[in-house]
């Protein structure tokens, strides 16, 4: 069993930052990808940026340039800088740890854009 703790997420302005940290602990596993997904309220759940193990990203098209991916495979860890957040990016965000044939979701974290 692999378990998922997402932190960082809270209310910020328009055009505001916000840092997301997502942690997998387990034991017996090799975690390959991870990343973060999105569900804003009456919507389905999204992509929003991904990493493998060996740094490589993917981001969805509405956050590319604004937010970045990032990892610390020593650490099982993963974060998602955003940048220049804007109200649509109001949603709840789910980290999720890759393991072979297997996904591990965290709990998610709130984050509103609002002034």
């Known amino acids: 069993q692999v378990q998922v703790v997402e932190s960082g997420g809270g209310l910020v302005q328009p055009g505001g930052s916000l840092r997301l940290s997502c942690a997998a602990s387990?034991?017996?596993?090799?975690?390959?990808?991870m990343g973060w997904y999105r569900q804003a309220p009456g919507k389905q759940r999204e992509l929003v940026a991904t990493?493998?193990?060996?740094?490589?990203?993917n981001y969805a098209d509405s956050v590319k340039g604004r937010f970045t991916i990032s990892r610390d495979n020593a650490k099982n860890t993963v974060y998602l800088q955003m940048n220049s957040l804007k109200p649509e990016d109001t949603a709840v965000y789910y980290c999720?740890?890759?393991?072979?044939?297997?996904?591990?979701w965290g709990q998610g974290t709130q984050v509103t854009v609002s002034s």
């Open positions: 387990g034991r017996g596993f090799s975690i390959y990808a």
């Open positions: 990493i493998t193990s060996g740094g490589s990203t």
């Open positions: 999720y740890a890759g393991v072979v044939g297997l996904r591990y």
